[in-house]
């Protein structure tokens, strides 16, 4: 990994974590005063990073952390609609037990955190979403797809829906990875494909509820969202 992958690999967690929340600055000078770096690998990074959607460049001011509105939220949900089913496909013919056995562990950890819904769980549970589909993502074993999700679908961070989930559509997700776990071991892909379009369509019905109730209690206010699934 050069300099320059590692700035980027550090920034992109750090938006995907809230520590540069939409609208604040990347600062050159501060990244490489902490990382102990020229600004060479810094700014090659932020291109990167513009390039790939995370970061904006405004003019004499740097890197603004972009901000998603509720359009480009529902842009995300039509493009993983057709693309993330036929990752689920892909994998139903090519996991093996390894596989399958670490994406039914992490399913046993989510249903064990919304039962025990201790502070932090949500977090934990979105955490462990993450690692769940980027392991089935693997087991699909395309390269060409996982380049495309990873442009598309992580930008608007993904990890922070699990906080406008009602208790009903928690345990929906929950079931929905459960039911994936039953298609992937019986090598069935349509089976597969339709479990993970259902999934993604009830996060969408999540985000777009969740919104309407945010529009109707500030009707004036700006209407942005950066959450998927």
């Given at each position: ?157 993904s990890r922070r829906s699990y906080h406008h989930y009602t208790q009903e559509e928690l345990a929906g997700s929950m079931n929905h990875h459960r039911e994936l776990l039953r298609a992937l071991d019986a090598g069935d892909g ?40």
């Open positions: 990994m050069t300099a320059a992958d590692r700035v980027y690999q550090i920034i992109r967690k750090r938006i995907l974590d809230g520590q540069y929340p939409p609208g604040s600055y990347v600062r050159e000078a501060a990244i490489g005063q902490e990382l102990e770096l020229s600004r060479t690998p810094i700014r090659e990074a932020l291109r990167r990073l513009v390039s790939d959607g995370w970061v904006e460049a405004i003019p004499h001011h740097g890197a603004q952390v972009v901000s998603w509105t509720q359009r480009d939220v529902e842009e995300v949900f039509e493009l993983r609609v057709l693309l993330e089913p036929q990752v689920a496909r892909r994998a139903a013919s090519r996991i093996d037990r390894a596989q399958l056995d670490k994406l039914e562990s992490l399913a046993e950890r989510m249903e064990e955190l919304c039962r025990e819904m201790g502070e932090n769980a949500l977090e934990a549970i979105a955490v462990l979403n993450d690692d769940y589909h980027a392991r089935l993502m693997a087991a699909a074993g395309s390269p060409r797809l996982q380049r495309l999700l990873e442009t598309i679908v992580q930008v608007p961070v349509d089976w597969a494909a339709s479990v993970m379009r259902a999934h993604l369509l009830a996060a969408r019905a999540a985000q777009l509820r969740f919104a309407a109730c945010v529009k109707e209690s500030h009707p004036w206010g700006r209407q942005e969202s950066r959450d998927t699934s």
